[in-house]
């Protein structure tokens, strides 16, 4: 059972740059699918991106589209959001997630496909 960790949260002027980390432990890292998830107050959480087991293919909500990227090191059991060009709205608290697939190379959105979640990082966008 694989437990996730997020970091690099903090405060930030729009249109400025944040990186969050996200590091497992206890499982076998490539075996899982990882994705990032924000909530903001009031709200629901919500999909932000998503990476295969072995990084080769992700995707992004429309509205961080070449601005966030997501990545992963299978050798370090991390993956990284970096977040270029934030806007206020981006501000949330973001949740790392996992989501074991040994033998898949999808991509999942749903909060519900993921078993495994972190406390999540603070993210504040000031303008």
């Known amino acids: 059972q694989v437990q996730v960790v997020e970091s690099g949260g903090g405060l930030v002027q729009a249109g400025g740059s944040l990186r969050l980390s996200c590091a497992a432990s206890?499982?076998?890292?490539?075996?899982?699918?990882m994705g990032w998830f924000r909530q903001a107050p009031g709200k629901e959480r919500e999909f932000v991106a998503v990476?295969?087991?072995?990084?080769?293919?992700?995707d992004y909500r429309d509205s961080v589209k070449g601005r966030f990227t997501i990545s992963r090191d299978n050798a370090k059991n991390t993956v990284y959001l970096q977040m270029d060009s934030v806007k206020p709205e981006d501000t949330a608290v973001y949740y790392c997630a996992a989501r074991r697939a040994a033998l898949s190379e999808g991509l999942f959105y749903a909060t519900s496909s993921y078993s495994y979640w972190g406390q999540g990082t603070q993210v504040t966008v000031s303008s």
């Open positions: 990476i295969t087991r072995s990084g080769s293919s992700t």
């Open positions: 206890g499982g076998t890292f490539s075996n899982y699918i």
